[in-house]
C-alpha cells in the first residue's frame, strides 16, 4: 500500500540547490556536504518564486529541513524569497540525504572498485542491500514514512535527492526498480495530497 499523507494535508518539498559535490558527481551521502553553487543559489531562488506563485498560504505553513549545510542553505535562500526571516524553520534528521558509507566523497563512476561484490549485489536488490556502511532504500522510506505520519499541519520542506526520489517512489506505490527511474531534479517543487505527487516548474 503506498504512503499516503494526512487527510486535509498538503506538503511542498524539494531538493537542495546544485552543489560543488554534484558538479563533480561525488556521493555526498549523510555526512559529507559541499557550498551550493552560483546555479544552486538560484536553483534556490526559483523554489522560492514557484512557492510564491503556486502555494496559497505557504508563508503559514511550517517549514522544515534536513540539518545538513546543503539543505539548509537552500531553505535560507527560500524563506529569503518569500520574505520570511532566514531561520524561522525545523531540522529533521530523518530528511537526511540516504546513508552511501564507504562511498561517501568517491565519484560516482568509480565506487565499484571499492567492493566489487557489494556493489554488485546492490545492483540487484536496492531495496534490501545497502552500500558497504550504509542505508538500503527500505531504511529510507522508513525514515520518510516515519516523517510523513509525523506530519500534522501543512508543511514544506527541503530535503535530498535519493531521499526525494525514495519518497516520491513509496508515494506513488513503485517497486525499487521504478524508484530507481526517478529523477533528482533541482530547481522544482513536489506538491504532494494524500498519496498524488505534483512536479511544479517555473514557467
Known amino acids: 500500500m503506498p504512503l499516503s499523507l494526512g487527510d486535509g494535508l498538503t506538503l511542498y518539498f524539494c531538493r537542495h540547490g546544485e552543489t560543488e ?6 556521493y555526498q551521502g549523510h555526512s559529507l ?3 551550493l553553487t ?13 512557492l510564491d506563485a503556486r502555494a496559497p498560504g505557504i508563508r503559514g505553513y511550517e517549514f522544515v529541513s534536513s ?13 529569503q524569497t518569500l520574505g520570511l ?4 524553520y525545523a531540522v529533521d534528521d530523518r530528511l537526511k540525504e540516504i546513508n552511501y558509507g564507504i562511498w561517501e566523497g568517491h565519484p560516482r563512476n568509480n565506487v565499484r572498485v571499492l567492493d566489487p561484490a557489494a556493489y554488485d549485489a546492490r545492483e540487484q536488490d536496492k531495496w534490501n ?14 525514515r520518510a514514512d516515519s516523517w510523513i505520519s509525523s506530519l500534522s499541519a501543512d508543511t514544506f520542506s527541503v530535503t535530498h535527492g535519493a531521499f526525494a526520489r525514495v519518497l516520491r517512489g513509496v508515494l506513488l506505490g ?24 505534483e512536479r511544479l516548474e517555473a514557467p
Open 21 to 26: 559535490g554534484n558538479v563533480a558527481k561525488r
Open 33 to 35: 556536504d559541499s557550498p
Open 38 to 50: 552560483p546555479k544552486g543559489i538560484e536553483q534556490a531562488r526559483t523554489i522560492g518564486h514557484i
Open 67 to 79: 540539518p545538513i549545510g546543503r539543505a539548509r542553505a537552500t531553505m535560507e535562500i527560500i524563506r
Open 85 to 88: 526571516p532566514r531561520d524561522g
Open 129 to 142: 542491500i545497502a552500500p558497504p556502511g550504509g542505508e538500503s532504500y527500505a531504511q529510507v522510506a522508513e
Open 174 to 197: 513503485l517497486d525499487w526498480q521504478g524508484i530507481t527511474k526517478l529523477d533528482e531534479p533541482q530547481g522544482v517543487v513536489f506538491r504532494v495530497r494524500g498519496s498524488a505527487v
